[in-house]
């Protein structure tokens, strides 16, 4: 019977273009901060068609969101679902298509009244980007440890508005949807994302299935000097932030990834102060974001970083203080959700291969707390976190067909 | 008659301690933007005691604003000031010592009824710093050549607040004080100035006379890449702004001021986007500030950071826009100037140094137009443009008694 259950493609597809209204900005991308406005907007659509199709609307005091449809059995139910925030210049694909995908699950069993012994919930993590506050994926974080870290209630955006604010004007947004605990048992989590790659595409192969995730730190690093006047100020009398963070970030895209083809670094985010065109800067701030596939790895670059760091600085009259702000250790997803994702595949007949992610996910931290897994699409030339960010409508179809029998898959398991 | 002539030195301080309250910063110092709120509150205060003595108090387009003290004879009046804005984090002498010390004098004059052939006329320029609106010196710059460049009507703040519309709002609070034309024939000009420089305070010599001052350049530099995942995107695949334009810093670093005592370089103003952290930045700008005494040698240097532009960007897959938003040729001041302040400096028995001027100042436009000069007072260990820079009160009264002087030997001069 699974290989004739199909997804309604013309209705998912319409409804990203729904949610994708929702922040547009004007290159064909998405701009939905974490827990603004827009963020609320977009909860409200979603729950409103929940409410249209009967299902259960909750949500915790971390502002996740969950709609549950019911099984036969009163166990704890099986997850899927993703993120509605975006990166500030985001695509509309990028956490999006994996809440519609799941809700799309959702409304197929109820439109097919196909009856799972488990119950099955659609979840909206909070946050998962962190590019509004940080650390990311904060939702699942908090889901997974059963509590909201108390330095997180510190948490400003750069304008100032606090976390803790934020979080209690999106819960209070949503009156209809009752609080739920933070955190309970669930029978698995499953997540389809766009891979933020370019293998799938490369190799013309329409879904991935994901084996694992690799580490992510970020470091914060503040290297304090003094301000000064540019026309007067030789260059003895210096000590000069910019120019002493240039040596730094210089030797770390010198030394990181070209000596290491599985590392990643980036530095994002950068802010100089005072911030006038003729003083000298008495303070830059810049946040250094390093992975790797293997944790050894990744202490091994951690460390390179911190020694970079003390020896440019050394000589500058500047000071530097380096703080982790973030820190996700790989993970491998359990070979029995990747089993139950293949065999889905083979049965609708979709061509898949395994692959690690090199982005992280809500499925990251899941993965502490139930058996997870990960579908991906291709996405065009593997580009997101920009407004061009793009996959094909059949790619979207497909991914979210192997979503569907994959729950279904899991689920029957659990049966028996 | 000269040298029993001082200024009043516990008024001058209780000004600069009045006007320092307006803006003042927790750390001591003074944000006062261009055109601003408190920009307004500093011209109204000062236009009042303007007022109180019976002064003329007129603006022109620019917002320049002129307090006249006439003299004997109708011709063009001698001209002494400088500016009430200050930078972000900056100063409570930076301009303010001018402006006040320059009023002062216009008060000593009255107060023993001194009658000057010429008429001497307090000048406040807006927006010397450029730190709101680039370039710097607008007030100056405008008045000297006549008339507002047309391209200025686009310049906004970093919030998007427009130039035009803030000198409007300035002008307007200001209804007391009717609009004159912009730029005038005047006899001279002279600005008592913080040195913003170590070298009379090192020396423990109260007052310097400036013979020039060495040019300045701003270049902005636009590098454009492309905004990727940070945790997908490999190495080969990234066109990373921010790599792109660290090499080019780095090398700005280590090429330029290292290789030529009388130059200076300075990246004071820097901005990523889209700016999260887990993101490859798609475009960086930021600003060159260039200087030096030697026109030809300026001239050498800003060919060096373009060719340094092109070199480093080459490979990076990035593009690079170099505009030049700022070009002030170095100046020389007349002699008769100069002479005329030693002399003045001699009758007070104050000991004085020649010194070119690291910092540019509205005394470098003015100069185009009329005979100009400057005279230097030490602050402390050199610093300007932050919250601890300070002045002696010693030297603050030594600085305008002999401006004071100077102005009344110029005058003198203008009868002969």
Excluded at 186 to 202: F, K, R, W
Excluded at 228 to 236: F, K
Excluded at 369 to 393: L, N, Q, T, W, Y
Aim: hydrophobic letters at 40%.
């Amino acid at each position: 019977m699974s290989t004739t259950l199909h997804i309604d493609g013309d209705r998912l597809l319409k409804r990203l273009d729904q949610f994708a209204a929702i922040g547009a900005t004007p290159g064909g991308g998405v701009n939905r901060p974490a827990l603004s406005a827009l963020d609320q907007q977009a909860r409200r659509l979603l729950s409103e068609l929940a409410f249209a199709r009967g299902f259960r609307v909750e949500q915790d005091q971390m502002a996740n969101l969950y709609i549950r449809r019911e099984g036969a059995a009163n166990v704890p139910p099986f997850v899927i679902g993703s993120h509605l925030d975006s990166q500030p210049m985001g695509g509309r694909f990028d956490g999006a298509l994996g809440v519609l995908a799941a809700f799309e699950v959702l409304e197929t069993l109820e439109d097919r009244s196909v009856e799972t012994h488990t119950p099955v919930e659609v979840v909206v993590w909070t946050n998962e980007e962190g590019s509004r506050f940080a650390p990311g994926a904060m939702g699942s974080r908090a889901f997974s440890s059963g509590a909201i870290p108390p330095e997180w209630k510190e948490a400003k955006d750069q304008d100032g508005v606090g976390l803790d604010q934020e979080l209690t004007a999106t819960v209070a947004a949503l009156p209809e949807a009752p609080l739920r605990p933070l955190g309970a048992p669930i029978a698995g989590y499953l997540e389809l994302h766009i891979e933020q790659g370019p293998v799938l595409e490369e190799e013309e192969i329409p879904v991935g299935i994901v084996t694992g995730i690799q580490g992510t730190r970020w470091l914060k690093i503040s290297v304090s000097g003094e301000a000064a006047h540019a026309g007067t100020t030789g260059l003895a009398f210096r000590k000069d932030a910019l120019a002493a963070s240039t040596s730094v970030m210089k030797r770390f895209y010198d030394e990181i990834m070209p000596k290491d083809q599985n590392a990643r670094l980036t530095i994002g985010r950068l802010s100089v102060s005072p911030g006038s065109i003729n003083t000298i800067p008495a303070a830059v701030d810049f946040y250094v974001d390093l992975r790797h596939r293997n944790n050894e790895r990744l202490n091994d670059l951690e460390a390179r970083v911190r020694d970079i760091c003390l020896a440019e600085t050394r000589s500058t009259g500047c000071q530097v203080v380096i703080e982790k702000v973030l820190d996700m250790a790989p993970v491998a997803f359990p070979d029995k959700m990747i089993e139950v994702t293949e065999e889905a595949a083979r049965k609708l007949g979709l061509p898949a291969r395994r692959l690690v992610s090199g982005a992280f996910h809500d499925a990251l931290f899941v993965a502490g707390v139930a058996p997870a897994g990960m579908i991906f699409v291709p996405c065009r030339k593997g580009r997101s976190h920009c407004e061009d960010e793009h996959v094909e409508p059949s790619a979207t179809i497909a991914g979210c067909n192997l979503l569907l029998h994959t729950a279904i898959g899991y689920c029957k398991l659990n049966v028996g």
